[in-house]
């Protein structure tokens, strides 16, 4: 375990080494002269002011989209129960989209944010709550998570209908993307990922019982409507962090709680931090291929400002994934 966490944590090095050197407006040469303490005071800013926190924001939400997936997943004991499908994100997104519409908060202004996202996703995840009820089955769950998904889509697109002008800000949050992101928001996540991120990891006795059933957690002296309840608050915490800092990044916090559990074992108490690690890895990653894949479209296509969002990429990626691993087992009851 302790060479899988070692492995998983140098690949987190490589790729956030590669997100540094990929962007725009430098070279490779230019980003080692500036580690190096040389380069001009242009590239010093671009490397220090711009790479290194959109790195950092790119690290720490991806590890709360996998841990609040993973916590998700344990809780409603339904593989099936990510952010994205139980209304938790879409429910986020629309509290931050309608608080900047109504001018209270902005990308300017990241508490404000937070605060907005994070009441919207409670009231996502409370209606998914209504509807299924605790003792519901991952395939009415899941059901029920689409339809509350789609109804909260349809409140965002009316908001966009009676506010067009916030358009821009509402493609960002509703595509999920990295691009401008400051140390403002990295000063901002970090306290709040850290801060649900121990919780999660002192909620992961209860959760692990909470996976074998009600019945094992009850005769085990555990309350499992409070521990539940704790862990939906601790999820629905760390996807508003994730979502507040870079929008609606799809099927993270739904595949790589797989990938944690898989390489982890179903212990919490190891899954969750592999869980954080996979995720940083997932969304810097596709941050960086989405910057490396803007420059050679941008160079194909003779653009001279061509962004592809990382959102764009975890959502296919992640789509085909999905697909896939459905595809290989058909007969798997989800």
């Known amino acids: 375990m302790k060479r899988r966490f070692a492995a998983v944590a140098a690949l987190v090095l490589v ?17 080692l002269d500036v580690l190096g303490g040389g380069g001009t005071a242009t590239e010093r800013h671009i490397f220090l002011q711009l790479r290194v926190p959109r790195t950092l924001v790119a690290l720490g939400a991806g590890a709360c989209l996998a841990v609040a997936g993973l916590v998700l997943q344990s809780a409603l004991r339904n593989p099936l129960a990510g952010p994205e499908v139980t209304g938790v994100t879409p429910g986020a997104v629309l509290g931050a989209v309608t608080a900047t519409a109504l001018g209270l908060a902005g990308w300017d202004s990241p508490l404000a944010v937070v605060v907005a996202a994070c009441v919207g996703g409670c009231a996502g995840a409370a209606l998914l709550w209504l509807l299924a009820g605790r003792d519901g089955d991952p395939a009415t769950t899941a059901v029920h998570g689409v339809l509350v998904s789609a109804v909260l889509g349809g409140l965002t697109a009316m908001v966009l209908l009676v506010r067009p002008g916030e358009l821009g800000s509402v493609v960002q949050w509703l595509v999920g993307t990295t691009e401008g992101r400051v140390w ?17 990891w002192l909620l992961a006795g209860p959760l692990t019982l909470l996976r074998c059933g009600d019945d094992i957690a009850l005769a085990a002296g555990l309350s499992a409507r409070r521990a539940r309840t704790l862990a939906l608050l601790c999820a629905v915490a760390l996807t508003a962090g994730a979502v507040a800092s870079v929008g609606a990044l799809g099927f993270v916090g739904l595949l790589v709680p797989h990938l944690a559990v898989a390489l982890f074992g179903a212990d919490l108490r190891v899954a969750v931090p592999g869980a954080a690690l996979l995720g940083g890895a997932v969304v810097c990653g596709a941050d960086a291929a989405a910057q490396a894949s803007s420059r050679l479209i941008a160079a194909v296509l003779d653009s001279g400002r061509l962004t592809l969002p990382a959102g764009a990429l975890t959502a296919c990626v992640g789509a085909l994934l999905l697909l896939a691993a459905v595809r290989r087992a058909p007969d798997r009851s989800f």
């Open 184 to 200: 403002q928001h990295w000063h901002l996540l970090w306290p709040w990922a850290s801060l649900w991120g121990a919780a999660a």
């Open 15 to 31: 790729i956030a080494g590669a997100e540094l050197v990929v962007g725009r407006g430098m070279s490779p040469g230019a980003v």
